[in-house]
């Protein structure tokens, strides 16, 4: 179910690939522009220079160097801040939900998920009568994400391997960035299974977050699928070391 | 030039190093109670409530401050939820109650009714803003409570846009072959007229004074209670758009006799002076001049009768834009708007947004003469009444956003405009 999904996605994308890397009729604060290699002008002609990352170089600065007269490359991506609101996990989210570089729509989407959120769990709060009902419910949306993809993280992945003419599905061991990946990536699809369909995209991500942020749900019903899979293709997990 | 670069980077780079960065991925959770809420307090020992929830005795001196508004008020006054927008609705819905701010053009409307002199003809209050998002509707809102609690008779159309706009079963209408009814949308109307004025209409013992035949068999005599007219008229939705009529024909003929003062209300009014969303069968668009409802509000504008007092909002410049069905013709020509060169993300300058330019000369025909208030974005003192409202509420979550370089940030993005600000914060 996962590739499939994969499939579908990429296939507009490549076909838009081959026509041109820049967008012509784009403004001058288009921000479609960045993602592709190469791309940046920079990187073209090789003349920026790396920018000073320690404190102590800073201070112990050279009236001579060259980063005083050369254009500098920026500290950090222009998609990450220095803010005090900007969390690199919410970029990730943002990076896999992106379609045709359109990073606005998606952090619109973003952010109204994140409302929703903070609308029930407020309520929940402001309408809690105890001290001990407040302290259990948890307002923050950031952490209610953070906790939903580290209760949809899997362990083992599934690996088609061929041996004696034959495909064998066996579990191998999983980086823990491909897993937060496709922890990311099974919110994203149970919410686009999800029903009632009528409803817009920010509802039921935020109801997604929230289940599985309280390992109930579609995704952690998908997670659970992965280990079961893995656990029934448990002997030929040796496949991966024999060959 | 090169020792001030320096300086400025040490500056900037002290303040926010570069490990900051990972500070946030690190897991902490909330709780409110553990955060120190002192150095927010102790620097001003001001409140930024009042306990004073009513507006006939709120002053000059409650400027900023936010007061709540009874439940029993609010339902009374807004029994549909349509005279509030639908995010601060929804934001009322999480944090239990209905706050608003006490701010400058709302005490300036109500002291003006304080003064007029009711035998002249009724006098035009516009609040136009100064940016977009400003918070015209809460004014009117409080305006609105103000002429409740006061015993005013309450003719308030709490969105005017939706009328045209969203109408979905616009009919036309049995009388009149060139007019266009909206059922819907005026029954709705109807019933907030009777929920809002019920005592008042009790009390005065309000009776019609004209007979009014809806067809050849169908009429109601003079001298039926205008409660049983509007019950009359949700029961035959067909003829609930030229009740509206007849009702507003009632209350500019009877309300000099009776003495009772009334506070109409419109919120944003250009929609009536611009195109409207329904379409005819041979795809030409109707005009609102129309639609019978909005045809029927207009003549409250006249300066025919006494005994009242107008006051009306302008919205954003989009109601004017006609819109253009972009699923079935695939060459999409937009008239002389810069709609089609917009991007989501991009900032745009589409020039001041003056009454002129907003209402149009029709509507400045209608209108005139008016008196034009101003709404501005939040001063100082109501920006930071509004970030301790929301911390209050619990509403701001990220354990930075509490802090004062947390304030300084959302200043920095919002501008102090409220919108922006409730959107802001809304969203981290």
Redesign the interface.
């Given at each position: 179910m996962l590739k499939s999904s994969y499939l579908i996605r990429y296939s507009s994308f490549q076909f838009k690939r081959s026509f041109h890397l820049t967008i012509p009729s784009?403004?001058a604060?288009?921000?479609q522009y960045h993602g592709q290699k190469n791309s940046t002008w920079w990187d073209k002609y090789d003349s920026h220079v790396d920018p000073?990352?320690?404190?102590t170089d800073?201070?112990n600065?050279d009236?001579l160097d060259e980063r005083?007269f050369r254009p500098v490359k920026p500290?950090?991506p222009t998609y990450?801040s220095?803010?005090?609101?900007?969390?690199?996990?919410i970029s990730r989210v943002i990076g896999i939900l992106l379609r045709e570089g359109n990073?606005?729509?998606v952090e619109?989407l973003?952010?109204?998920t994140?409302?929703t959120m903070?609308?029930?769990q407020?309520?929940k709060?402001?309408?809690a009568k105890t001290k001990e009902e407040?302290?259990s419910i948890?307002?923050?949306?950031?952490?209610l994400l953070?906790q939903a993809i580290k209760n949809a993280t899997p362990i083992v992945r599934l690996t088609r391997i061929a041996k004696g003419g034959t495909l064998y599905s066996v579990p191998i061991p999983i980086s823990p960035i491909r897993a937060t990946f496709t922890a990311i990536r099974l919110l994203i699809d149970s919410t686009h299974d999800a029903r009632p369909h009528d409803q817009r995209f920010w509802t039921l991500f935020a109801k997604e977050i929230m289940d599985a942020a309280q390992n109930q749900g579609r995704t952690i019903k998908k997670k659970q699928e992965i280990h079961r899979n893995a656990e029934l293709n448990r002997a030929y997990a040796h496949f991966k070391w024999q060959k | 030039m090169t020792l001030i670069s320096s300086c400025l980077i040490r500056a900037r780079l002290a303040c926010r190093p570069f490990y900051r960065f990972y500070a946030n991925s690190a897991p902490r959770t909330i709780d409110v109670h553990s955060i120190p809420q002192e150095p927010i307090e102790t620097k001003a020992e001001q409140p930024f409530r009042t306990s004073i929830d009513d507006p006939t005795l709120h002053t000059e001196k409650d400027l900023g401050l936010f007061y709540t508004v009874n439940s029993d008020d609010f339902k009374k006054i807004s029994p549909f939820g349509k005279a509030l927008p639908l995010q601060f609705r929804e934001e009322c819905e999480a944090f239990n109650e209905t706050a608003i701010m006490i701010r400058q053009p709302s005490l300036d409307i109500i002291k003006l009714i304080k003064q007029i002199n009711w035998n002249l003809p009724p006098l035009k209050v516009v609040l136009f803003p100064a940016e977009l998002g400003v918070g015209m509707s809460l004014c009117l809102f409080h305006v609105i409570h103000y002429g409740y609690r006061k015993k005013m008779l309450l003719v308030n159309t709490p969105t005017a846009a939706e009328v045209l706009k969203l109408a979905l079963d616009a009919t036309p209408s049995p009388n009149n072959e060139q007019m266009w009814d909206t059922p819907s949308a005026a029954s709705t109307w109807l019933k907030t007229f009777a929920i809002n004025n019920e005592a008042i209409l009790r009390e005065t013992d309000f009776r019609t004074k004209f007979t009014y035949t809806w067809s050849a068999r169908e009429s109601t005599p003079a001298g039926t209670h205008l409660l049983d007219l509007i019950g009359y008229a949700t029961d035959r939705i067909k003829y609930a758009s030229e009740c509206v009529g007849a009702i507003v024909k009632e209350v500019k003929a009877q309300v000099r006799e009776k003495n009772i003062q009334t506070l109409v209300t419109f919120d944003t009014i250009n929609s009536y002076y611009g195109p409207t969303w329904i379409v005819k069968p041979d795809k030409s668009i109707v005009k609102p001049n129309e639609v019978t409802m909005v045809k029927a509000l207009q003549e409250l504008l006249l300066p025919d009768w006494n005994n009242a007092f107008i006051v009306v909002t302008i919205g954003p410049k989009g109601i004017i834009i006609p819109k253009v069905r972009e699923k079935h013709n695939w060459l999409v020509r937009h008239g002389h708007f810069r709609t089609e060169h917009r991007l989501p993300g991009v900032l745009m300058y589409d020039g001041p947004m003056t009454v002129k330019s907003l209402l149009g000369t029709e509507g400045i025909e209608a209108l005139e003469p008016f008196v034009p208030i101003q709404v501005e974005k939040y001063t100082e003192n109501e920006f930071n009444n509004q970030y301790r409202y929301y911390i209050d509420r619990n509403w701001i979550q990220n354990y930075h956003g509490r802090e004062e370089e947390g304030r300084k940030e959302i200043l920095f993005f919002t501008a102090r405009n409220p919108y922006e600000m409730a959107k802001f914060v809304g969203s981290r």
């Amino acid at each position: 179910m996962l590739k499939s999904s994969y499939l579908i996605r990429y296939s507009s994308f490549q076909f838009k690939r081959s026509f041109h890397l820049t967008i012509p009729s784009l403004t001058a604060g288009q921000t479609q522009y960045h993602g592709q290699k190469n791309s940046t002008w920079w990187d073209k002609y090789d003349s920026h220079v790396d920018p000073v990352q320690t404190r102590t170089d800073l201070l112990n600065m050279d009236d001579l160097d060259e980063r005083h007269f050369r254009p500098v490359k920026p500290v950090i991506p222009t998609y990450q801040s220095f803010s005090c609101f900007h969390d690199p996990i919410i970029s990730r989210v943002i990076g896999i939900l992106l379609r045709e570089g359109n990073r606005e729509l998606v952090e619109e989407l973003i952010h109204k998920t994140f409302r929703t959120m903070k609308l029930i769990q407020t309520g929940k709060y402001n309408r809690a009568k105890t001290k001990e009902e407040r302290d259990s419910i948890e307002c923050n949306p950031v952490t209610l994400l953070k906790q939903a993809i580290k209760n949809a993280t899997p362990i083992v992945r599934l690996t088609r391997i061929a041996k004696g003419g034959t495909l064998y599905s066996v579990p191998i061991p999983i980086s823990p960035i491909r897993a937060t990946f496709t922890a990311i990536r099974l919110l994203i699809d149970s919410t686009h299974d999800a029903r009632p369909h009528d409803q817009r995209f920010w509802t039921l991500f935020a109801k997604e977050i929230m289940d599985a942020a309280q390992n109930q749900g579609r995704t952690i019903k998908k997670k659970q699928e992965i280990h079961r899979n893995a656990e029934l293709n448990r002997a030929y997990a040796h496949f991966k070391w024999q060959k | 030039m090169t020792l001030i670069s320096s300086c400025l980077i040490r500056a900037r780079l002290a303040c926010r190093p570069f490990y900051r960065f990972y500070a946030n991925s690190a897991p902490r959770t909330i709780d409110v109670h553990s955060i120190p809420q002192e150095p927010i307090e102790t620097k001003a020992e001001q409140p930024f409530r009042t306990s004073i929830d009513d507006p006939t005795l709120h002053t000059e001196k409650d400027l900023g401050l936010f007061y709540t508004v009874n439940s029993d008020d609010f339902k009374k006054i807004s029994p549909f939820g349509k005279a509030l927008p639908l995010q601060f609705r929804e934001e009322c819905e999480a944090f239990n109650e209905t706050a608003i701010m006490i701010r400058q053009p709302s005490l300036d409307i109500i002291k003006l009714i304080k003064q007029i002199n009711w035998n002249l003809p009724p006098l035009k209050v516009v609040l136009f803003p100064a940016e977009l998002g400003v918070g015209m509707s809460l004014c009117l809102f409080h305006v609105i409570h103000y002429g409740y609690r006061k015993k005013m008779l309450l003719v308030n159309t709490p969105t005017a846009a939706e009328v045209l706009k969203l109408a979905l079963d616009a009919t036309p209408s049995p009388n009149n072959e060139q007019m266009w009814d909206t059922p819907s949308a005026a029954s709705t109307w109807l019933k907030t007229f009777a929920i809002n004025n019920e005592a008042i209409l009790r009390e005065t013992d309000f009776r019609t004074k004209f007979t009014y035949t809806w067809s050849a068999r169908e009429s109601t005599p003079a001298g039926t209670h205008l409660l049983d007219l509007i019950g009359y008229a949700t029961d035959r939705i067909k003829y609930a758009s030229e009740c509206v009529g007849a009702i507003v024909k009632e209350v500019k003929a009877q309300v000099r006799e009776k003495n009772i003062q009334t506070l109409v209300t419109f919120d944003t009014i250009n929609s009536y002076y611009g195109p409207t969303w329904i379409v005819k069968p041979d795809k030409s668009i109707v005009k609102p001049n129309e639609v019978t409802m909005v045809k029927a509000l207009q003549e409250l504008l006249l300066p025919d009768w006494n005994n009242a007092f107008i006051v009306v909002t302008i919205g954003p410049k989009g109601i004017i834009i006609p819109k253009v069905r972009e699923k079935h013709n695939w060459l999409v020509r937009h008239g002389h708007f810069r709609t089609e060169h917009r991007l989501p993300g991009v900032l745009m300058y589409d020039g001041p947004m003056t009454v002129k330019s907003l209402l149009g000369t029709e509507g400045i025909e209608a209108l005139e003469p008016f008196v034009p208030i101003q709404v501005e974005k939040y001063t100082e003192n109501e920006f930071n009444n509004q970030y301790r409202y929301y911390i209050d509420r619990n509403w701001i979550q990220n354990y930075h956003g509490r802090e004062e370089e947390g304030r300084k940030e959302i200043l920095f993005f919002t501008a102090r405009n409220p919108y922006e600000m409730a959107k802001f914060v809304g969203s981290r």
